[in-house]
């Protein structure tokens, strides 16, 4: 049975060097397309400064007594919900890995896990220098069989302290938060917030916004034109 596959790809070539390859395993691809599609992350598909491609398990369905094919069984213990089976996800791996691209010292395969290491833009930026090809495996349901662990090395990460009802959601933040520290994604590299002094904190115009005969204004200092000022005033995470 061949894999189930949908590839984002690239319509023009205006990127230089090696293109960072997402490989992602999930049962439902199409949750990603409203998103990469668009803006920013489809902007660098088209440049092919990144890759998304993904991998649907299901293509690796196992057959049960019944001849019915499926991805998920009781866990072992007892409990509510199902567990996605190991195999499907191991087979899913496996076709990524056998790409001739694939080199293995550039490879990192993450496992989506709640008590992961907390992914963040330091985490983010390793990924993005280290590796070339970066698999993400997506879970659903109860969770993955935990012996993918055991055959293949994975590092366990986590988006942040909650549980989300898949892993979708956590490796489209991942492609994004990677991506922006790849040169040439952003139209201009040094505008990431995270390389600069920021605040959370910005205005436009009008100077003064009139909101129901109230007025609004623009803080003083970012209108005075003094940039270390400004940087300060930036800078001050306690103002209120």
């Given at each position: 049975m061949g894999v189930n596959t949908i590839k984002k790809t690239d319509k023009k070539s205006t990127g230089?060097?090696?293109?960072?390859?997402?490989?992602?395993?999930?049962?439902?691809?199409?949750?990603?397309?409203s998103y990469i599609d668009k803006s920013i992350i489809a902007r660098a598909i088209e440049n092919r400064l990144i890759k998304v491609d993904f991998y649907n398990p299901k293509a690796f369905a196992i057959a049960n007594k019944s001849g019915i094919s499926k991805v998920?069984?009781?866990?072992?213990?007892?409990?509510?919900?199902?567990v996605i089976q190991a195999e499907p996800i191991i087979k899913s791996i496996e076709k990524v890995l056998t790409k001739k691209t694939i080199i293995k010292a550039k490879t990192l395969i993450i496992f989506l896990s709640p008590s992961g290491v907390?992914?963040?833009t330091e985490l983010a930026t390793?990924?993005?220098?280290?590796?070339?090809?970066?698999?993400?495996?997506?879970?659903?349901?109860?969770?993955?069989?935990?012996?993918?662990?055991?055959?293949f090395?994975?590092?366990?990460?986590?988006?942040?302290?909650?549980?989300?009802?898949?892993?979708?959601?956590?490796?489209?933040?991942?492609i994004d938060v990677i991506s922006r520290q790849i040169e040439g994604v952003l139209g201009k590299f040094d505008s990431r917030e995270e390389a600069r002094i920021s605040s959370s904190e910005v205005y436009t115009r009008p100077e003064v916004l009139v909101h129901k005969n109230k007025k609004y204004k623009v803080p003083k200092v970012l209108?005075?034109?003094?940039?270390?000022?400004?940087?300060?005033w930036r800078a001050d995470t306690d103002r209120k």
């Open positions: 230089t060097g090696d293109l960072l390859n997402f490989h992602i395993i999930s049962l439902f691809p199409e949750a990603f397309d998920d069984d009781r866990p072992y213990g007892g409990g509510p919900g199902m907390q992914f963040d390793t990924f993005s220098k280290k590796y070339k090809d970066i698999i993400i495996v997506c879970g659903r349901y109860e969770g993955i069989d935990a012996r993918v662990k055991k055959v090395k994975m590092v366990d990460v986590s988006v942040g302290p909650w549980v989300t009802t898949g892993g979708e959601l956590p490796a489209l933040i991942m209108l005075s034109g003094n940039h270390k000022e400004i940087d300060i």
